[in-house]
C-alpha cells in the first residue's frame, strides 16, 4: 500500500480528512503484483499486508490506490479489509485505468492481463468488491504532474495507447528482459 501513500496525503490534505494507515504493510514481503503465479500473489498479499482492526471496525473506508493492473491483489485487498469490519470501502486510483500494454519495462505485456482492457470502471468496482471506484482522468494525471498536455515529455501509453516507439508485441518482452 505504500505506492499510494502520496496521493493520500494529498487527498487527506486537500479534503480536510484523517489519513489514517488501516493496513500496515510488511516490507519484507516483495512487489505482489509481479509473481509468476495468482496463487502466490494471492499469499504474498495476505502475508505483506495487515488491518488494524481498531481503525476499520464499522467505519465508512477510502482508499487511494497509484494503480489497478490485474485487479486481483487490490480484490484480496478489500476482502482483508471487509473481513476486519470496515462497513464500506471506496477507492480513488490516482492514475488513468491501465487499459494498453507496456513493452517497457513494466510487468504487463499483453492487453489480456489488464483489467480495465476489457471491462468497464463498474465491472472492475464489482469484481474487486467495492462501494465505489474512481480513477484520475488523464487530463487531470497531467495537470497534476504540471505538464503541457500537447507536450508532457513522458509516456502515457499505457493509458492513451499512443506509444512514442513502435514495437512488436510478440517480441517486445523477451527484448527487454534480455
Given at each position: 500500500p505504500d505506492s499510494g501513500n502520496y496521493a493520500a496525503l494529498g487527498f487527506a490534505e486537500a479534503a480536510g480528512v484523517p489519513f489514517e494507515m488501516g493496513l500496515i504493510r510488511n516490507h519484507y514481503v516483495?512487489?505482489?503484483?509481479?509473481?509468476?503465479?495468482?496463487?502466490?500473489?494471492d499469499f504474498a498479499?495476505?502475508?505483506?499486508?495487515?488491518p488494524v482492526r481498531q481503525l476499520l471496525q464499522d467505519q465508512r473506508v477510502l482508499l487511494i490506490e497509484d494503480s489497478i493492473i490485474r485487479g486481483?491483489?487490490?480484490?484480496?485487498?478489500?476482502?482483508?479489509l471487509r473481513e476486519a469490519g470496515a462497513k464500506e470501502l471506496h477507492m480513488f486510483v490516482s492514475c488513468p485505468p491501465h487499459r494498453h500494454p507496456c513493452p517497457y519495462g513494466i510487468d504487463f505485456s499483453t492487453k489480456g492481463e489488464l483489467i480495465a482492457a476489457s471491462h468497464s470502471v463498474d465491472e472492475i468496482r464489482k469484481f474487486i468488491g467495492l462501494d465505489s471506484l474512481n480513477y484520475l482522468s488523464l487530463a487531470g494525471l497531467l495537470?497534476?504532474?504540471?505538464a503541457n498536455p500537447d507536450?508532457?515529455?513522458?509516456?502515457v501509453a499505457c493509458f492513451d495507447g499512443n506509444y512514442p516507439v513502435e514495437y512488436e508485441a510478440e517480441v517486445a518482452k523477451d527484448c527487454f528482459e534480455r
Open positions: 516483495g512487489r505482489t503484483f509481479i509473481q509468476p503465479s495468482q496463487a502466490m500473489r498479499v495476505r502475508v505483506k499486508l495487515n486481483t491483489t487490490t480484490r484480496t485487498r478489500i476482502q482483508t495537470e497534476g504532474a504540471r507536450d508532457h515529455g513522458f509516456c
